[in-house]
């Protein structure tokens, strides 16, 4: 009975090739073998660990879920909109950088566990140069004395020279203007690839997957879709694991990170923090939960926040993979810590692809001081308005310049409650964006100076001048992109 | 009649998309979910965010986890990366959405002061 059950399962993917087929019958075998009594391979639970949501994530928490979480895939998230972008900046300058500059720091403390444990790792940290990461990664497990291991690196998400000779066809998403229409220098260019890329990758055995842009509920979905033999038009199915995997993708925003607010949302030993894993069923459903005894919170109210973090239409949240629909989705509290997932739904993935477009735009020039005691916001309100006066003295060309109060208004703006009592002290801030460096200096400058040639009692002003990295982005058609994987043994 | 902060009654987080910014708002309890949808209506969340939000907003609803998205655009600046906001993700919106006020019928009234919630007038 139940090899009839595991020849239909396998029989079903009829979109896999040969080598896949032959390992995924020998993954279902293994697996029978290995289950005890009467459970077959279906009962098996996959774990999911999310190691880090951010490039500068902190290092100790993904090592404790390393340790003590008895994972199968650790998933290290690492791309906001703008780090590959930035990363493709570093490049240029050292042509071997250009990945997440905290890969060494993460991996020399949590490959030792990983390998003994049989945790293998999916990670976008390669960034602008996934060759580059992974060939720090081999340097590594070679000091380490960790092999022998395979070291994956995904390529084909950099698509700047596809993008670069279609400026005038490809249409921004922003404004429906074409790509040629923006002022500035393109830098980069990257497709968010999906889960497919890295199956193929943990297909050929790769013990540590590296890769450039892809989606960041991929990275999850990929263990499952291989491990399970998920088939890749299973929409539903898909849409179950990307359910659970954008509970995770953010890291512990879903264990109690972000989320307290004292005496309405109190948070348990948030100092101590734990990170999220998954607890995945072959059937799509899922647990969510944290390593006993760490810190934070799992609860139906941290899921339900997370759940939506960066949706629009709950009913059509685009991922490369599916079109995931959680209108249906319920969330039970199962145990301390632990919430099931259950209820996500999909439909097809599109067609085309999103692509993040980085360009160089110009300049902002940022400065700011303090002023307290009695009077404060009146002599803050006269240094605004004798930097208004000297930047026009002066002919500094602006784009835009903004004017905060911090402690009155400097993130609501107008809609901010009125303070009943004059503050203290006030931060006074101003923003300004430029096409040329020298007027964002010049406005940096001109609030510097106030020290002494502005009102009385302030304190020394900060100021900072940056490059103006923005983000736009385009669709491109899915056929357009070739990825490649490239594997190294390291011994 | 007494008016509470949607604070008493909810809880929120923000995120970001280029311009766009979005809210989920969470009921506390299943039974606030009604009177949420009742006020929080498209045009009073764009008329509470001001000049913040240049474009339109949306609202979905999710009965089953008794939340509402709202999705905000033209809310952050001109975009996360052009923005010269100290808060260019608007990850502080779900501060300012927590910050409209709500008329709680009696019934309700009584339950959040026994919860320790008070009205706006006698915070």
């Not at chain 1, 490809?170 to 890329?197: F, R």
């Not at chain 1, 304190?459 to 983000?471: N, Q």
């Not at chain 2, 009177?35 to 929080?40: G, M, Y």
């Not at chain 2, 033209?74 to 052009?82: D, K, M, S």
Request: net charge neutral; hydrophobic share 40%.
């Amino acid at each position: 009975m139940f090899l009839r059950e595991l020849i239909n399962q396998v029989r079903k993917n009829v979109n896999v090739g040969p080598t896949q087929r032959c390992k995924q019958w020998m993954l279902a075998l293994r697996d029978s073998i290995i289950c005890k009594g009467n459970k077959t391979h279906t009962d098996r639970i996959l774990r999911i660990g999310a190691g880090a949501s951010y490039a500068g994530d902190r290092v100790g928490p993904a090592t404790e879920l390393a340790k003590h979480a008895k994972l199968d895939y650790l998933v290290y998230e690492t791309l906001a909109e703008r780090t590959i972008a930035l990363a493709q900046l570093q490049r240029l300058k050292q042509p071997e950088g250009g990945y997440n500059e905290l890969l060494e720091d993460r991996f020399l403390e949590a490959l030792p566990h990983c390998r003994k444990q049989g945790t293998r790792i999916v990670t976008n940290m390669g960034a602008a140069n996934p060759l580059g990461a992974a060939k720090k990664t081999a340097e590594i497990i070679r000091e380490l004395k960790l092999g022998p291991m395979k070291v994956a690196a995904v390529l084909g998400d950099d698509v700047l020279e596809y993008c670069l000779a279609n400026r005038n066809a490809l249409k921004l998403m922003e404004n429906g203007l074409p790509l040629a229409s923006l002022e500035g220098k393109i830098v980069s260019a990257n497709a968010y690839l999906g889960a497919d890329v890295m199956v193929d990758a943990l297909a050929k055995g790769a013990d540590i997957v590296i890769t450039g842009r892809v989606g960041d509920c991929s990275l999850f979905l990929a263990p499952m879709i291989h491990e399970f033999g998920w088939r890749m038009d299973d929409w539903d199915l898909l849409g179950k694991g990307q359910t659970g995997a954008d509970m995770v993708e953010c890291g512990a925003n879903v264990s109690g990170g972000f989320f307290a607010d004292p005496g309405y949302k109190d948070v348990p030993d948030l100092g101590n923090l734990g990170y999220p894993y998954l607890e995945v069923s072959a059937d799509g459903t899922i647990v969510v939960t944290k390593v006993a005894g760490t810190g934070g919170l799992i609860n139906r109210a941290t899921c339900t926040e997370q759940m939506l973090y960066e949706i629009h239409d709950p009913a059509y949240y685009i991922t490369p993979d599916v079109i995931v629909d959680f209108t249906d989705v319920s969330l039970d509290e199962v145990g301390p810590d632990r919430v099931r997932i259950q209820g996500g739904r999909g439909k097809p993935r599109p067609e085309q692809l999103k692509v993040s477009v980085g360009i160089l735009e110009g300049w902002v020039g940022e400065a700011m001081i303090t002023y307290a005691g009695l009077g404060c916001v009146e002599r803050a309100k006269l240094a605004e308005k004798i930097v208004r006066e000297r930047l026009q003295i002066e002919g500094v060309h602006l784009q835009e310049l903004r004017v905060d109060y911090l402690g009155l208004n400097a993130l609501h703006r107008e809609s901010s409650l009125p303070c009943k009592d004059a503050p203290y002290e006030v931060c006074l801030r101003f923003a300004g964006r430029s096409r040329e460096k020298r007027d964002a200096v010049k406005l940096a400058n001109e609030v510097e100076t106030l020290v002494g040639k502005g009102p009385a009692s302030s304190s020394i002003p900060t100021k900072s001048i940056r490059e103006v990295l923005a983000i736009y982005s385009v669709l491109v058609p899915r056929h357009i992109i070739k990825h490649e994987v490239i594997l190294s043994e390291v011994s | 009649m007494k008016t509470f902060y949607l604070r008493e009654l909810a809880h929120a987080r923000s995120g970001d998309k280029g311009d766009i910014n979005n809210i989920g708002v969470v009921a506390y309890e299943p039974h606030y979910y009604p009177l949420i949808c009742q006020w929080l209506t498209t045009d009073r969340v764009k008329a509470h965010f001001g000049s913040l939000v240049k474009g339109g907003v949306t609202r979905y609803e999710l009965p089953k986890v008794h939340a509402l998205n709202f999705v905000l655009e033209g809310a952050l600046g001109g975009g996360v990366t052009r923005s010269l906001s100290i808060d260019p993700h608007g990850k502080s919106y779900s501060a300012l959405i927590l910050t409209i006020p709500i008329e709680v019928p009696p019934d309700l009234a009584q339950e959040l002061m026994q919860r320790g919630r008070q009205p706006i007038d006698e915070a």
